[in-house]
Nanobody
Framework: QVQLVESGGGLVQPGGSLRLSCAAS????????MGWYRQAPGKQRELVAT???????NYADSVKGRFSISRDNAQNTAYLQMNTLKPEDTAVYYC?????????WGKGTLVTVSS
């Protein structure tokens, strides 16, 4: 069974940095597309970033230049490096995987940006 487990969320001050990890199991990780989404209170879930099996990256305009998505196929793990964090980045961040035509989701990790 596919399982995605996020980690690395927490409380960080504005301007700070945080790195989220998504450990994947139950799939052939190297041929998947990985993504990060987020959902803030009262808002719909939105795309943050994706990375294809070829390493092609896509970012939401709101995070371009601040966030970076990466993957380590040897570790079956995707990452989201978040820099220059803003209060509006506060949300539950979800890991997403597309494999064999099916989308899978992690349970999310909370990121709170506040002083």
């Amino acid at each position: 069974q596919v399982q995605l487990v996020e980690s690395g969320g927490g409380l960080v001050q504005p301007g700070g940095s945080l790195r989220l990890s998504c450990a994947a199991s139950g799939s052939i990780f190297s041929i998947t597309t990985m993504g990060w989404y987020r959902q803030a209170p009262g808002k719909q879930r939105e795309l943050v970033a994706t990375i294809s099996s070829f390493g092609i990256r896509n970012y939401a305009d709101s995070v371009k230049g601040r966030f970076s998505i990466s993957r380590d196929n040897a570790q079956n793990t995707a990452y989201l490096q978040m820099n220059t964090l803003k209060p509006e980045d506060t949300a539950v961040y979800y890991c997403n995987q597309l494999w064999n035509g099916v989308y899978y989701w992690g349970k999310g990790t909370l990121v709170t940006v506040s002083s």
